[in-house]
């Protein structure tokens, strides 16, 4: 009876079909598993790996919507969908991390069955293809994949910004207006009592 693959013979597999041709010569493919818990945004997430620990990582090669993009909601909601639960492969792209770094694990997202969060996410229009990332082996399939949403216009290619709420329209500047005629029709009605005074005044003197 064949004897099951081992972990690290799996990491190698899974690491050489996603890991970027920069990586540091002699590195070896770094890969590990564990359970998404948690979704930050579209494009970074919260794992508990097997040894107990949590770790948060965000996708490499792709940018979730912009904070004021009409597809943040949509975007993760879809990862969520996608991911939260699942048990995943997570393929480091500069071979094993630090353990004492403050950023997020840059890494590919390897889902059930193969498929990679990533690349799902740009074909459905949830995410973006960096351009401030050095060129990685998935890169043509994220560029083929971003331009087809586009085309198509799925997801933050085709959402439209809901209209901004107008201001409510006051009359002050009219009511202002109507306060300072009557007041000035109340300074009319004093001036006979003033010329009245005037008058009396005059009389005096006569």
Do not use: I
């Given at each position: 009876?064949?004897?099951?693959?081992?972990?690290?013979?799996?990491?190698?597999?899974?690491?050489?079909?996603?890991?970027?041709?920069?990586?540091?010569?002699?590195?070896?493919?770094?890969?590990?598993?564990?359970?998404?818990?948690?979704?930050?945004?579209?494009?970074?997430?919260?794992?508990?790996?097997?040894?107990?620990?949590?770790?948060?990582?965000?996708?490499?090669?792709?940018?979730a919507p912009a904070p004021a993009s009409c597809a943040v909601a949509s975007a993760t909601a879809d990862a969520t969908a996608l991911a939260l639960g699942k048990p995943v492969w997570l393929v480091?792209?500069?071979?094993?991390?630090?353990?004492?770094?403050?950023?997020?694990?840059?890494?590919?997202?390897?889902?059930?069955?193969?498929?990679?969060?990533?690349?799902?996410?740009?074909?459905?229009?949830?995410?973006?293809?960096?351009?401030?990332?050095?060129?990685?082996?998935?890169?043509?399939?994220?560029?083929?994949?971003?331009?087809?949403?586009?085309?198509?216009?799925?997801?933050?290619?085709?959402?439209?910004?809901?209209?901004?709420?107008?201001?409510?329209?006051?009359?002050?500047?009219?009511?202002?207006?109507?306060?300072?005629?009557?007041?000035?029709?109340?300074?009319?009605?004093?001036?006979?009592?003033?010329?009245?005074?005037?008058?009396?005044?005059?009389?005096?003197?006569?």
């Amino acid at each position: 009876m064949p004897r099951a693959p081992s972990l690290a013979a799996l990491a190698l597999v899974v690491g050489g079909l996603f890991l970027a041709p920069e990586a540091a010569p002699g590195s070896p493919p770094f890969a590990q598993r564990g359970t998404v818990t948690a979704l930050v945004d579209a494009v970074t997430l919260e794992v508990r790996l097997l040894d107990g620990t949590s770790d948060q990582v965000q996708l490499f090669g792709v940018a979730a919507p912009a904070p004021a993009s009409c597809a943040v909601a949509s975007a993760t909601a879809d990862a969520t969908a996608l991911a939260l639960g699942k048990p995943v492969w997570l393929v480091a792209v500069q071979g094993a991390p630090p353990k004492n770094r403050r950023r997020p694990l840059l890494a590919y997202v390897v889902l059930p069955g193969g498929p990679d969060l990533g690349l799902q996410l740009v074909r459905r229009g949830e995410a973006t293809v960096r351009t401030n990332q050095h060129p990685f082996r998935q890169r043509a399939a994220y560029v083929r994949a971003e331009k087809a949403a586009q085309t198509a216009e799925l997801g933050l290619w085709g959402c439209t910004p809901a209209p901004s709420a107008q201001a409510p329209t006051t009359t002050t500047t009219t009511t202002q207006g109507q306060g300072q005629g009557h007041g000035q029709h109340g300074q009319s009605h004093a001036n006979p009592d003033q010329t009245g005074s005037n008058h009396g005044s005059n009389n005096g003197k006569k």
